[in-house]
């Protein structure tokens, strides 16, 4: 057991060892250690952008499935809200300001139906919203694990790993900022992936069983699909992990 002395302000790392001592901070978290809680660019890159948007249906779930990432672009335009370009000290002040506005827009805004969001900027508060949403510290953190410079993969396995998990992901912008929430009607799962040179992926999908709140133009130009009308499932990427109950063990563990 680790112990936090008394009358210290413990790190937000320090605070992940005392309350899961033997447990690894998910690399997916990592920026919540970063100084001055902020990067010098967007954590999610275009690149990136095709973890993020690829739906597909929970049939399309099965060994020698063959996916390539990137079957919407919808997703693009709602990672970020606004994409003006810097171009000196003055757009650059702005722009910091429009982040601050659009952080705090987002952050306060009404959730969706059947949806519980909180904004976190701190390990600590993240530590804390996931195990007072739970009510216990028996959870694990499951997060993907795909290469950068690879879009088409094969499925090898799919895992179940709970229904109704907490997604905490990245919100792409500087400062640090992950949206932490639950959608009720849900399924996760980790699949296995491989891609043609042979390395190995680990994809975090979620499921999604009621659609009836889902972006309807995302879905008909990637599914040709309504909201409401059939399950559809979509992955995580690197910048985001799950919170689900560990049945199975007495501390968390990451996948």
Same mark, same amino acid.
């Given at each position: ?11 937000? +790392? ?84 429009? +982040? ?156």
């Amino acid at each position: 057991m680790a112990f936090v002395s008394i009358g210290a302000i413990p790190s937000g +790392e320090d605070y992940w060892k005392y309350v899961w001592p033997n447990t690894p901070l998910p690399e997916a978290f990592s920026d919540l250690l970063l100084p001055y809680g902020k990067t010098n660019s967007l954590p999610i890159r275009v690149k990136e952008l095709n973890q993020y948007s690829t739906l597909f249906f929970p049939h399309d779930l099965y060994p020698g499935k063959k996916i390539v990432l990137g079957n919407t672009q919808s997703v693009a335009k709602m990672v970020r809200p606004f994409t003006e370009p810097r171009q000196g000290v003055t757009d650059s002040i702005w722009l910091e300001n429009k +982040e601050r506005q659009s952080l705090d827009d987002f952050c306060n805004s009404p959730t969706a139906k059947g949806e519980h969001k909180h904004c976190v900027s701190s390990l600590e508060s993240m530590i804390d919203h996931v195990i007072s949403h739970f009510r216990t510290s028996k959870i694990k953190a499951i997060s993907s694990t795909f290469d950068k410079n690879e879009d088409q993969y094969v499925v090898e396995e799919v895992k179940k790993v709970g229904d109704n998990a907490v997604m905490c992901h990245r919100l792409n912008f500087e400062k640090v900022v992950f949206n932490c929430h639950q959608v009720r009607e849900t399924t996760a799962y980790v699949v296995s992936l491989a891609a043609p040179d042979g390395s190995k992926a680990k994809a975090l999908t979620v499921c999604h069983h009621d659609t009836r709140g889902m972006n309807p133009e995302l879905l008909y130009e990637a599914l040709k699909v309504s909201p409401g009308t059939v399950s559809v499932c979509h992955f995580i990427g690197n910048k985001a992990a799950a919170w689900v109950p560990n049945y199975s063990v007495d501390r968390p563990c990451v996948i």
